[in-house]
């Protein structure tokens, strides 16, 4: 019997096609699937253990009790402000650490052996970053050192730190008072147990990080117990509060991490943190650096990231901290210790090396595996992501789901570069208009300005895509071609991982997940002959969406509560908004990636179209015309503070001449630049006639080396573009003195200047030879770094810390030269004297100045000499 022909009438095919086409609430049901993972993974990231108190020593004798580090912390916070080589520093904070390690001491049990030892240290190094490197010079800081001897004789020791000193202006509660507090109930604990560890515990007390990291050197370069010492735990803050993140570890060292995934019981960890550090992305370092690079000793490196508006402020108070964030940090830390102090690889001599992809999941689980494991499941979720669902296809033409998936990857690829081209134009033209930083405060703005026209941008391309080549004469049902579309993003995200991979970037991680969640509802599609169906196909693909949501909101919030107040101090010259919106249009692509291609599902596509713009247009009204777009906050305004931060410094500037007789002088204010709306708020109260001149175009910043400006954090100030203000002399009753004593005549060709330097007062010296004239030898060193740039100059910088009060000190320059060089055509050298925390020094004319910034401005003056002389 002949087989008869199938007749398909247009009212049947449009029949089949309604079937498969969504309504206008399944769009909005799915973004609020997206929000709601968002809300979710922000309250996880935000959910502490509750804080044990004493009362609960009964239950938990050997528990860390938030209540005892919280005392301790008090007593640090209400010191103030704390920098190296201040009385509250060098006295106050050290005499009750040493007070509190004594009474530790004396509660201990029988069983237990405490050593303390107080270090007073001197020594210089050189370090590097952001390809400027300079000299690091320190004198007489203190560390308070204390060791809890284990009962193995080889005495091996595991290292925990922590640094008491702060930065001017703050009373460094979360940086860095409460790791300490956290520090002095892990050792009051671990002392008070009936049995040692296995290995000895050493705890360090360093009072001189925030000088570039100059305590934790002292130690590990100089001190006796640091030869034992087999791994460290660096205790550390760049926000507030919140979570404490570990973002380094190793280096090359995977046991760290083995222990790290067995101790921890609150795991907050992420490769991609690591990789951000090391690319310098935040602008900071820790002690970690010191003990990686001078003791050769592996570790791992915490800090708190939460709220990072009030780090190096007066809002880094115990005010805007709670119990429950020490106790969950002396949970991790405490736990950790107990597992490294009992290890064996602590003792081995000869251990593994290699680098580990590490990542939790919202904190609820923890995975680790090696690098080269990586590179293979990478590789491995790849392929089955592209073989897999191509397989539910086996009864339909390849042509047409080839057709589909090549729709999929160019609407995936054009939707993410018309993206990045729609919010890049949005965020320069909010700056053009002076409107930057408008999400400073208000974060969730950034969903309307910058992530909603991602959005409108992948919509708008799949949409063209949807009109102008959608394959009539396809076989697919409008459900497998979206299916097949799918398979287009599963491509792109391959593409993505492979290319991480091949680049060597452990982070590969990231999209990795995607495309396993992806896998995992093909497979289930495949396994039900699902992909077929109407609607069943559908729902597998969003349950497997479920956990890749919750994965890349994570990492949008992660990312957003790290960035954006990270711009409120990373200088004006670049533009924010153009970095959020990066970083939004990125996250948008991470949470919406298989979400979008329903889009050709939808009935009423442009109805979706228009309510996304109108929440873009009503978002930019609100950020430009309303309150709601004011960038900075203070405490009478919000529970949580966002100030804008300045540095502002009364400068006193002497010019000598060759034979270093007087030549000049002049004074003013010196602004440093911490973010792009910083000049706009100085200028409001700069008064009539008076001239706000860029640094760089001041007249000494063409005769004068480094500009003859009051430099202390070369890599800073350099970078940001900073401005003076004239005005009268400070009041000043110290300084630094660089006394010229003579030259001694080496060779020929090499001369010998000493000088002797006198003053325990925070300073800097920058040494520029001149042409014809390098610097092949000093006392500071036994080698010369490569000079620093600036302003079309070399010169060798070198920041100096006192800790206590020392004697005057002598310094060599040894200088090389092709032709005798006259008197002054040999070098210059500038000497710059910086008084923090010296209010006593401040005038009338400086009160009044800082007395007009905003009540949400958090100012941090100083005073600074500046003496210039050319040899």
């Not at 926000?239 to 222990?259: M, N, T, Y």
């Not at 497979?523 to 002959?529: R, V």
């Not at 002797?756 to 001149?770: C, F, L, N, R, T």
């Amino acid at each position: 019997m002949p087989q008869q022909k199938r007749v398909r009438f247009k009212e049947d095919e449009q029949q089949v096609k309604n079937l498969h086409h969504l309504e206008s609430g399944a769009v909005y049901g799915a973004l609020l699937v997206v929000v709601g993972c968002g809300l979710l993974t922000s309250y996880l990231a935000t959910r502490l253990p509750p804080a044990l108190t004493v009362g609960d020593l009964e239950r938990a004798p050997n528990a860390f009790i938030a209540e005892r580090a919280w005392a301790s912390l008090k007593t640090l916070n209400d010191l103030g402000p704390k920098p190296a080589g201040s009385q509250a520093n060098e006295v106050l904070a050290y005499e009750f650490l040493l007070q509190e390690v004594q009474r530790i001491n004396a509660s201990k049990h029988d069983s237990q052996q405490l050593e303390v030892d107080s270090q007073t240290v001197t020594g210089a190094f050189s370090i590097s970053l952001l390809n400027q490197s300079m000299t690091s010079v320190y004198r007489n800081v203190q560390n308070l050192v204390v060791r809890l001897a284990g009962s193995d004789v080889r005495q091996h020791a595991l290292l925990l730190n922590c640094h008491f000193d702060t930065v001017a202006s703050s009373p460094g509660a979360s940086d860095d008072g409460a790791s300490c507090a956290v520090m002095l109930e892990i050792l009051r604990v671990l002392s008070r147990r009936p049995v040692r560890t296995r290995h000895t515990v050493t705890f360090l007390f360093n009072g001189a990080e925030e000088t570039m990291l100059q305590a934790a050197h002292g130690f590990i370069t100089q001190h006796p117990w640091a030869a034992d010492v087999r791994a460290f735990l660096n205790l550390e803050s760049s926000g507030s509060g919140g979570k404490e993140v570990l973002f380094q570890a190793g280096p090359h060292h995977p046991w760290l991490i083995e222990a790290y995934a067995r101790a921890i019981r609150h795991p907050f960890a992420h490769t991609v943190g690591e990789e951000i550090f090391q690319l310098g992305l935040i602008p900071s370092d820790t002690d970690f650096r010191m003990f990686r690079d001078y003791g050769e000793v592996p570790g791992m490196d915490f800090a708190h990231i939460a709220n990072g508006y009030r780090y190096h402020t007066r809002y880094d108070s115990m005010d805007f901290l709670s119990l429950d964030v020490l106790q969950r940090t002396g949970d991790n830390v405490l736990a950790l210790t107990r597992d490294l102090a009992e290890s064996d690889e602590l003792a081995a001599s000869d251990l593994p090396v290699g680098e580990t992809v590490f990542f939790d999941f919202i904190g609820l689980a923890f995975v680790h595996y090696s690098a080269s494991s990586g590179r293979l499941i990478n590789l491995a979720v790849v392929v089955l992501s592209l073989i897999v669902p191509l397989m539910c296809f086996a009864r339909a033409r390849f042509n047409d789901v080839l057709r589909e998936v090549i729709v999929g990857l160019v609407g995936t690829v054009f939707g993410t570069v018309f993206s990045i081209i729609a919010c890049t134009t949005i965020a320069r033209q909010l700056d053009f208009f002076g409107k930057s930083m408008t999400w400073y405060t208000n974060t969730h703005l950034i969903l309307g300005l910058y992530c909603c026209p991602a959005l409108l941008s992948h919509c708008f391309v799949y949409l063209f895509l949807t009109t102008f080549y959608t394959n009539s004469k396809s076989n697919l049902s409008l459900g497998q071609m979206t299916q097949a579309r799918l398979v287009g993003v599963n491509v792109f995200w391959s593409v993505v991982t492979l290319a991480a991979t091949v680049a060597g970037y452990r982070s590969g991680y990231i999209p990795m997940v995607l495309l396993v969640c992806s896998l995992a509802s093909s497979t289930l599609n495949l396994l039900f002959n699902a992909s077929r169906t109407h609607r069943a196909w559908m729902y597998i693909h969003l349950a497997g969406q479920l956990p890749a949501l919750l994965w890349a909101t994570n990492f949008y919030n992660v990312l957003i509560a790290l960035f954006v107040p990270i711009t409120g101090r990373f200088g004006g010259s670049r533009n924010p908004e153009v970095f959020i919106s990066l970083l939004a249009a990125g996250g948008t692509l991470l949470c919406c990636s298989y979400l979008i291609p329903f889009i050709a599902q939808l009935r009423k596509m442009m109805n979706f179209t228009a309510k996304l713009s109108a929440i873009t247009v009503l978002t930019l009204v609100l950020a430009c015309l309303s309150p709601l777009g004011m960038p900075y906050r203070d405490e009478s305004m919000a529970t949580e503070p966002t100030p804008q931060r300045h540095y502002v410094t009364h400068t006193f500037r002497v010019f000598h001449d060759e034979f270093g007789l007087y030549k000049s002088t002049d004074a003013g204010f010196f602004f440093q630049e911490m973010d792009r709306n910083t000049r706009a708020t100085i200028e409001e109260f700069v008064a009539p006639g008076e001239s706000l001149t860029p640094m760089r175009q001041m007249d000494s910043c063409q005769a004068e080396l480094f500009c003859a400006l009051p430099f202390y954090s070369l890599w800073h100030q350099m970078r940001f573009n900073n401005y003076w203000l004239p005005g009268p002399e400070p009041l000043y009753d110290n300084m630094v003195t660089m006394a010229y004593l003579g030259t001694e005549q080496l060779d020929s060709h090499t001369q010998r200047l000493v000088f002797a330097m006198e003053g325990s007062i925070q300073s800097s010296i920058v040494v520029g030879p001149k042409e014809g004239v390098q610097l092949v030898g000093w006392s500071l060193l036994d080698h010369v770094p490569r000079p620093a740039k600036f302003g079309g100059r070399e010169g060798h910088f070198v920041f100096i810390t006192h800790g206590l009060p020392g004697k005057a000190w002598n310094v060599t320059l040894d200088l090389r030269y092709d032709q005798p060089k006259p008197t002054g055509e040999l070098v210059d050298i500038v000497v710059t004297t910086k008084f923090w925390e010296y209010h006593h020094m401040h005038t009338p004319e400086f009160e009044q100045l800082l007395a007009k910034f905003p009540s949400w401005s958090h100012v941090v003056p100083s005073v600074a000499l500046v003496s210039v002389f050319p040899l």
